[in-house]
């Protein structure tokens, strides 16, 4: 089955800084990436799917990028609201397997 | 507005069973791929297993293969999760989640609250 590594599984940054989280495919997957964002004691939400087509009303801050086996989620402007575990997502085929996740705090 | 209403949780032996629901509504429910994801307190997501919006495509975790049976019922807009011997390893918060298409194999649009699944003795 294909792996989905994401790093950094934490980080911290100040208000209005760019942040970068980067999701590795163990063996190339087209476009077929999601991010989800999932706040503290909350549902996960899908922000980004296809690897860079932002979902519906989700802020344009957010964007991603990437294909084969290299993906990003980038953060242009990061806002206190952005505190959260992020998660990349593989669905090229069954498992639809997630990353381990990435803690962004301010 | 779309909405997914999971029940069925609770506390169940080592070796038990357990079935879990998921009401959907605001939706053309059959016309959508449903799964089951979850998440144990802590950690990360875990998709469990994936259904067509047909019913005739199913997909399962190795880690639920054998154990898990996920069906639904398109007359009654649910979803199902048939658990059985239970481990300790399966206590997380279960999620159903739907995919934006008919095909198994997509991504998670829209999520419900989650049903606490507690596997102990």
């Known amino acids: 089955d294909i792996q989905m590594t994401q790093s950094p599984s934490s980080l911290s940054a100040s208000v209005g800084d760019r942040v970068t989280i980067t999701c590795r495919a163990s063996?190339?997957?087209?476009?077929?990436v999601a991010w989800y964002q999932q706040k503290p004691g909350k549902v996960p939400k899908v922000l980004i799917y296809?690897?860079?087509t932002l979902h519906s009303g989700v802020p344009s801050r957010f964007s991603g990028s990437g294909s084969g086996t290299e993906f990003t989620l980038t953060i242009s402007s990061l806002q206190p609201e952005d505190v959260a575990t992020y998660y990349c997502?593989?669905?090229?085929?069954?498992?639809?397997?997630f990353g381990g996740g990435t803690k962004v705090e301010i | 507005e779309v909405q997914l209403l999971e029940s069925g949780g609770g506390l169940v032996q080592p070796g038990g069973s357990l079935r879990l629901s998921c009401e959907a509504s605001g939706f053309t429910f059959s016309s959508y791929a449903m799964s089951w994801v979850r998440q144990a307190a802590g950690k990360g997501l875990e998709w469990v297993s994936e259904i067509s919006g047909s019913g005739d495509s199913r997909y399962y975790a190795d880690s639920v293969k054998g154990r898990f049976t996920i069906s639904r019922d398109n007359s009654k807009n649910t979803l199902f999760l048939q658990m059985n011997s239970l481990r300790a390893e399966d206590t997380a918060v279960y999620y159903c989640?739907?995919?934006?298409?008919?095909?198994?194999?997509?991504?998670?649009?829209?999520w419900g609250q989650g049903s606490l699944v507690t596997v102990s003795s």
């Open positions: 296809a690897a860079s």
């Open positions: 063996q190339g997957i087209s476009n077929y």
């Open positions: 997502q593989k669905y090229d085929s069954a498992p639809l397997t």
């Open positions: 989640a739907k995919e934006p298409t008919p095909t198994a194999g997509f991504y998670f649009d829209y």
